[in-house]
């Protein structure tokens, strides 16, 4: 793995593990509705099984186009499920590698890092606020660089 491509993966980190909490509901909710048309075969309507006595000569098969409908719902809703976990796969990959190459580092190294690329805040405003947070010190902007590159190459090492 490249420097660019794990900036770019630490910068796009909240954005993808969002995305992946969003991607397993939907896939979620679609493995729901698939076992929900296999349960599903009712046919009838509340108005009783007679309820098209009086139509227009037409010859209605109720049961037929229920049947049809629910196998292409079906093949749609496979076809989707297996969309969404390619999908998953994708994000589970990428949130994984980030947050594997995180727990890596140490504390102040790891916070910094966050801080800097998934935060996306500055140098100097890391230096004055966060490091007083964490330590009750200042630093410079030079040093928080220094730190964000040394703990990126440590990540990358890993």
Do not use: P
């Not at 796009?12 to 599903?40: C, H, Q």
Request: proline letters at 0%.
């Amino acid at each position: 793995m490249s420097k660019e491509e794990l900036i770019k993966l630490l910068k796009e980190y909240k954005e993808n593990k969002a995305r992946l909490n969003i991607k397993l509901k939907e896939l979620k909710n679609a493995r729901i509705a698939l076992n929900k048309i296999d349960t599903d075969m009712s046919t009838t309507s509340s108005y009783g099984e007679n309820q098209d006595i009086h139509s227009k000569n037409k010859i209605s098969n109720k049961v037929l186009s229920k049947i049809e409908a629910n196998d292409e719902r079906r093949l749609e809703l496979k076809e989707e499920i297996s969309n969404l976990e390619e999908i998953v796969k994708e994000l589970r990959d990428k949130v994984e590698t980030v947050k594997d190459r995180l727990e890596g580092l140490k504390y102040k190294e790891r916070e910094i890092l966050i801080a800097y690329y998934v935060e996306g805040r500055t140098a100097e405003d890391i230096g004055n606020k966060l490091y007083f947070q964490l330590f009750n010190q200042t630093r410079s902007d030079r040093h928080i660089q220094r730190i964000v590159e040394k703990a990126t190459q440590k990540m990358l090492k890993l």
